[in-house]
């Protein structure tokens, strides 16, 4: 564990630098991320100044929920950037036949290898809408509630992990790009406005098939004082756990049946 | 000693489908397959003692990369046992990657955009290297493969022979007792390449470290390995040492003379014979190939000295090349090692 966290330091600073000598790449890339972070409150803006209430949620509600979401995924953004590209570089291109010449953990190796930094941006921005949105909603929040907190966002980037994961294992046996990673993607922009608002069908989806509602709908239900979600909100540290201990089955499952390139 | 390298009835088959071109090819690749399976390896049997440096050669697609991915973790074998210095590759991989060395001449293990140097300290908390240990070896590698001056380069800088110097550096940082290397001289020139096996020596004299390596070069194996090892679509034709496959394989020994003047080369005519080619090998070079068993090498020389004028005149073994070639072609077994 020890060694596990001085080599992640390590990784971390070699990336760092690499990122930093081609500053001007760094900065668009930066501007960029947190353009498209403005934009996604820039629209939930528009909406309310259209509608007092979604269903019976409020304007700070709905902020709080997509401020929220953003932070867990900020940081699974930062860690996720190998798995985009895993069957291009890592399979395709056999550079997968390094990562297991190693004596490390192989899925360490993988997400650890590169850090999309910009995205720590979505994690400051969510931090900094929820403290508006908990000041403006009088919540009254006790160290406790901190403490949950935190460990949502915990769950959440490992729901978000897991489930990324297990799509990137897929090419292990296919080496065909199969394009599903972009639409599971673009379903979790579902899951930062309550799930009440969608048809059943797709509450059961993101509930209990890709459960990104674990992941930004259901933890925030506690903080606004939904009980009716209470026990939804209790399952989502047993559903993070659930999920991660899968993905890492079927990671290791893929391993054993990576095929490399020739020579 | 007990062999550091055990293979016992070996075999890696691939599964591959029959892709159908076009779009709608494309969605009955998903439903409906045709599958073949490729045996890329094919029940090979070798044992390898402590210290010994082999040679693994083979031509494209005959099962050399596959039979070193096997050996080092990175394929699980379809069937077989493989015993590396008391590992099992593929299931102790991470306790047994810390005792192997593994080079690709193709790809470079060396972070791309990271100075040498900041490589080699990643890896050395990768292999947890002690401190005292790492310096010593560093400061060996400095001399040795002279890479001390490029250390604050980044790779993606390096000319192809300094990388393959600072790759063969990387791999050797914890000195391992085996050492891989695929294909490590591929796409160096002469004094690149020369660099890199006396180094390879060097390392095996003085550590004992064991050393596989494929190649497509056989004055590779010539200059580094006692003992070969041939394998072709996935069997193993020969195994055994290199002085001695020479013997018993080399069937043809050559002769090549330099005429004089052009009015020679008119007579050469009268040369080719029952098991004697001759061919040109530019204006006033020939190049005479004869049955060892049929014709003596003296009196062929006399022969020559008699009809001609020659200004130069070299007696040849056949290359080990041909021989190799030789072997592929007819498949010929029968001079395997202990007859496993």
Excluded at chain 2, 162 to 183: G, K, T, V, Y
Excluded at chain 2, 292 to 301: G, W
Aim: overall charge positive; aromatic content about 14%; hydrophobic content about 45%.
């Amino acid at each position: 564990m020890k060694r596990h966290l001085r080599l992640f330091l390590l990784y971390l600073a070699q990336y760092t630098k690499v990122r930093l000598a081609y500053k001007a790449d760094f900065i668009i890339a930066f501007f960029s991320s947190m353009a498209a972070t403005v934009l996604g409150f820039g629209f939930v803006l528009v909406l309310f100044s259209k509608i007092p209430k979604l269903q019976d949620w409020s304007f700070y509600e709905i902020l709080f929920l997509y401020g929220f979401s953003l932070i867990p995924l900020g940081f699974f953004n930062v860690v996720s950037w190998n798995l985009y590209e895993f069957g291009d570089i890592y399979i395709i291109q056999g550079r997968f036949d390094r990562i297991l010449l190693r004596p490390v953990d192989t899925l360490f190796q993988v997400i650890f290898e590169k850090f999309r930094l910009e995205s720590l941006q979505e994690v400051a921005t969510g931090t900094l809408v929820i403290w508006i949105c908990v000041r403006h909603l009088g919540l009254d929040w006790g160290p406790f509630d901190c403490l949950w907190f935190a460990l949502m966002v915990v769950c959440g980037a490992v729901i978000y992990l897991s489930v990324f994961l297990i799509l990137t294992a897929v090419s292990f046996w296919f080496e065909d790009r199969v394009g599903i990673v972009p639409p599971v993607f673009n379903m979790l922009t579902f899951a930062r406005y309550p799930l009440t608002i969608y048809s059943v069908f797709i509450q059961f989806m993101l509930s209990w098939i890709i459960p990104f509602g674990f992941a930004s709908f259901y933890p925030t239900t506690h903080f606004l004082g939904r009980k009716t979600f209470t026990p939804y909100f209790h399952l989502v540290p047993v559903v993070a756990a659930t999920f991660f201990v899968l993905s890492i089955f079927v990671w290791n499952r893929g391993v054993r049946n990576y095929s490399s390139t020739g020579s | 000693m007990p062999p550091i390298i055990e293979v016992q009835d070996l075999s890696k088959e691939f599964r591959t489908f029959r892709r159908r071109e076009g779009v709608w090819g494309a969605l009955q690749n998903l439903f409906v397959r045709e599958y073949l399976t490729v045996h890329a390896v094919d029940r090979i049997n070798f044992a390898i003692e402590p210290g010994e440096m082999v040679g693994y050669i083979g031509a494209n697609g005959a099962g050399k990369s596959t039979t070193i991915k096997m050996l080092t973790g990175i394929l699980v074998p379809t069937r077989g046992r493989v015993v590396c210095n008391g590992f099992v590759p593929y299931r102790d991989r991470r306790h047994y990657t810390k005792h192997i060395g593994v080079v690709f001449g193709q790809r470079t293990q060396l972070w791309w955009d990271i100075a040498v140097i900041e490589s080699f300290k990643l890896l050395k908390e990768i292999y947890e290297i002690p401190d005292a240990d790492y310096r010593r070896r560093l400061d060996f590698f400095s001399e040795i493969l002279s890479v001390k001056d490029y250390l604050h380069t980044p790779v993606r800088k390096l000319s192809l022979g300094e990388r393959m110097r600072c790759d063969l550096a990387a791999s050797l940082l914890h000195n391992p007792p085996l050492l891989f290397l695929d294909e490590p001289t591929i796409g160096l020139d002469v004094v690149a390449k020369d660099r890199i096996r006396e180094f390879l020596k060097e390392i095996n004299r003085q550590e004992k470290t064991t050393v596989l390596l494929t190649t497509h070069d056989l004055s590779d194996i010539e200059e580094l390995s006692r003992r070969i090892i041939i394998i072709d679509k996935g069997r193993i034709l020969f195994d055994g040492d290199l002085v001695e496959m020479k013997k018993r394989l080399a069937k043809y020994n050559q002769v090549k003379f330099f005429l004089k003047d052009r009015s020679q080369v008119a007579k050469l005519d009268t040369f080719a014979r029952n098991g004697i080619s001759c061919d040109r090998v530019d204006e006033l070079t020939y190049l005479m190939r004869f049955d060892r068993e049929q014709h003596s090498t003296a009196e062929v020389i006399r022969d020559i000295v008699n009809q001609l004028q020659v200004r130069d005149i070299f007696v040849e073994e056949e290359p080990i090349e041909d021989i190799v070639k030789r072997i592929y072609l007819s498949g010929e077994v029968g001079l395997q090692k202990g007859e496993a």
